[in-house]
């Protein structure tokens, strides 16, 4: 994208409204604008993140054999009515009326509708077992919405479910989708620890919720250092990779067990603060049997499958991954989920030499690069590009230019080499 056509409406003053870093960064960076209270519009830049972040989330759960279907956002209230979730629900839930009088809702989370479907199509114990996922918005009229995308009221949210003809089914099902997050989270470039957590509002007795390490985080976390590695996903055996997971202490403070930390040696003791980005739940029969979905087994008996749901909230891992990457200048974006892989940044435009090596740059990297080809000064630029983040910086002046030299410099670490243009390009796409 030619960054003077582009909708990035980046700011230099600090939103007064933005409380924490990601916050301030979201709007700073251009990426989004709150609409109305906990409402987002998603600009171009920021969408791509929303975008990249979705497309991991969707091959993992694609890789772990879970299928991908789209139910709506509005569901009716007497679907609701059938598990006893409608007056349970509270203010929470957005009640819709329609020109009938018909009662809507915007979907706040799926576990009814999706029983709704199985309970439709599926009726014998030879059709399970069977896992889907859907990416949809969904609406929580949150008390205190804050915090940005953090906690939203309309937020976008991968949510999938699973359905076993036993407890020990469910329980394959369970520890699938625990090493499928732990692969979503190592490929989008952050760690997240599997904490036991409470299952609240979706009910049952076994969940983890996933948390991202920042200090701004909502829940106060404890963990065993062990977790600080960041390898678990490379563990082949799906058991032994529960195994450790579970038995490795990390637990939100309402979990928190202080005989089992006790056990943990003193230089291993972690305490801090997480962003929750994930939770898995286990339920059993829960909406099943309040639903009346059973499936006849072989012996001909009547078989109520095993559930569990499982969700990561694709929006509020746009704001939790800044908290996680960020400096005094800017965000730093991951690679595999940055708007744009590489900015160009042209220091004297409309220069003949500095032109020709952007206009080359920018035809070889594409859609992956940012070009800014507005007639800004060098400084303006630069805090830009550290402003939104992007992986690389190419930067071509007419002096390095002269010779067919770029600086590239990467931001994570601020490190700044000049090399001829072929190189900086072999090393951005490599
Ligand atoms: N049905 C289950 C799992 S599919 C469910 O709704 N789980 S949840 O309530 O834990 O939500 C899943 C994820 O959505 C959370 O881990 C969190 O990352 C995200 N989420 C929940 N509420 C909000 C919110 N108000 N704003 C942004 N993200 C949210």
Redesign the pocket.
Known sequence: MRLSQSLIPTLKEIPAEAQIASHRLMLRAGLVRQMAS?IYAWLPAGLRVLRRIEQIVREEQDAAGVQELLMPTIQSADLWRESGRYEAYGKEMLRITDRHERELLFG????EMITAIMRDAVKSYRDLPQMLYHIQWKF?D?VR?RFG?????E?L?K???SFDLDYEGALIAYKKFMLAYMRTFQRIGITAIPMRADT???GGDLSH??HILAPTGESGVFYDAAFEAGDAAGETDIDAFYEKMTTIYAATDEKHDLAAWGAVPEERKREGRGI??????YFGKKYSETMGFSVIGKDGSRIFPEMG?????V??LVGAIIEARHDEAGIIWPDAVAPFRAAILNLRQGDAVTDKICDELYARLGADALYDDREERAGAKFAEADLMGHPWQIIVGPRGAAAGMVELKRRATGDRTELPVEDALAKVLG
């Open positions: 906990g706040p989370t799926n576990e929580r949150e919405p995308v953090l906690r939203g009221r937020f949210m949510d999938a479910y609240g509002q979706i919720e996933f929750e980005v994930g939770q898995i739940f749901s499982y969700g990561i909230g929006s509020r």
